[in-house]
């Protein structure tokens, strides 16, 4: 007889740390973290039944609890692929804000353009694309035209996800996108380090910064490191890009650290690795305050 399926909202990814050190980095005014999530809770706003993970239940009031904690006045909160197509959770962070938060969306060639419009007035910036098998795989160039149709009247910014070798196969079309809108790169790419800082992939993420048009967001460093404590070459890599073109770099925490196979890094010991990312007071600045300004809109 076959065991019985687990609950409909039964978690199978691990929580974040109940209890983030404090950090002792220093943050400028309007610190932002330009990447991060809410899920749930299931009861009010239900995942997508045909979702890839189920991740614990973390509302908008962990999240703020969370910034508040470490410092960050201002967020950028990204639409989950477990919430699918569903965007009440996303948009109830970002409209009780009070402009604190802003917020990325999941649009397809299905979205209503009258739904597009209605998240651009409640503060949503811009809209990801996933590459990665795990969570779609790579859109079709018809899907990927749809949604840059629809998002660009709006002057949002395009957020590219992938891993491994992706931004190397996808330079062409990242490179083309930009011409039209503002690309962001999610996650340092998700590189390989085992490759070393002057490896391929690593290279093509930093001809597309040359470009002027293309951004990279230094976060999820515990994920390239392959362990909850993010591992020199993971900060070494950030450092790298940051010094590299520090107009288009933004930083962040990538809470509650969804789909992870082990335990959820610490956030404030991620927060800290900023003495090494960016130590310098006019880098901090452009990381954490006037880049993410400039490109998701705070004035």
């Not at 999610?186 to 070393?196: E, K, P, S, T």
């Not at 992870?260 to 404030?268: K, N, S, V, W």
């Amino acid at each position: 007889m076959p065991a019985p399926e687990p609950p409909a909202h039964s978690p199978n990814c691990p929580p974040p740390v109940a209890h983030p050190t404090t950090p002792s980095v220093v943050l400028p005014p309007h610190a932002t973290d330009s990447h991060c999530h809410v899920f749930g809770p299931h009861a009010r706003f239900p995942f997508a039944p045909d979702r890839t993970y189920t991740p614990v239940d973390v509302p908008r009031e962990r999240l703020r609890a969370l910034h508040d904690h470490l410092g960050l006045e201002r967020a950028l909160v990204v639409q989950s692929v477990c919430h699918g197509s569903d965007h009440a959770a996303m948009l109830d962070a970002v409209t009780t804000s009070g402009g604190r938060y802003r917020g990325v969306a999941v649009v397809t060639p299905r979205t209503d353009p009258a739904e597009v419009a209605e998240w651009d007035a409640a503060g949503v910036c811009g809209a990801r694309l996933n590459f990665l098998p795990h969570l779609g795989g790579v859109p079709p160039t018809g899907t990927i035209e749809a949604v840059v149709g629809l998002i660009e009247p709006y002057g949002w910014h395009l957020s590219v996800h992938v891993a491994g070798t992706g931004i190397t196969e996808h330079a062409a079309a990242v490179r083309s996108l930009s011409e039209r809108l503002p690309v962001v790169i999610d996650h340092m790419a998700r590189v390989d380090l085992a490759q070393g800082l002057d490896g391929p992939d690593v290279a093509s993420l930093l001809r597309l910064l040359d470009s002027g048009r293309v951004w990279v967001k230094l976060s999820g460093a515990d994920r390239l490191s392959g362990g909850p404590v993010p591992s020199p070459a993971a900060v070494g890599l950030a450092r790298r890009l940051a010094t590299h073109a520090p107009e288009r770099v933004v930083w962040g925490t990538d809470f509650p650290h969804p789909n992870l196979d082990g335990a959820a890094p610490d956030d404030g010991v991620l927060l800290d690795t900023l003495d090494v990312v960016a130590p310098e007071p006019v880098l901090r600045q452009q990381l954490l305050v006037d880049n993410p300004a400039a490109l998701f809109g705070w004035a």
